[in-house]
């Protein structure tokens, strides 16, 4: 079984970007589904965006046009850029591969007004 070690989460001020990055600890090549998440407090956690091994990225409306998801098959990584960061996307972010579903253990990310 994978594991998954996120990084890159920290403080930002509003409009500023963060790029995360997800570790996979074995290799990435015949992983379909690689996928952020996001939960905020008192919030359900949320797929944010998806990309598989045969298609193009997917996002949910509130990041399209900001965030950018993608995977280096070498580096056996999966990366989210982040850019013109709002205070809404303040969330502890999730890594998840599969299937079977794997998650990373999330990386906090807090934007301020």
């Known amino acids: 079984q994978v594991q998954l070690v996120e990084s890159g989460g920290g403080l930002v001020q509003a409009g500023g970007s963060l790029r995360l990055s997800c570790v996979v600890s074995?290799?990435?090549?015949?992983?379909?589904?690689m996928a952020w998440y996001r939960q905020a407090p008192g919030k359900q956690r949320e797929l944010v965006a998806a990309?598989?091994?045969?298609?193009?990225?997917s996002y949910t409306t509130s990041v399209k046009g900001r965030f950018t998801i993608s995977r280096d098959n070498a580096k056996n990584t999966l990366y989210l850029q982040m850019n013109s960061l709002k205070p809404e996307d303040t969330a502890v972010y999730y890594c998840a591969v599969g299937p079977p579903t794997t998650w990373g253990q999330g990386t906090q990310v807090t934007v301020s007004s």
């Open positions: 074995g290799s990435i090549f015949n992983i379909n589904v």
């Open positions: 990309i598989t091994s045969g298609g193009g990225p």
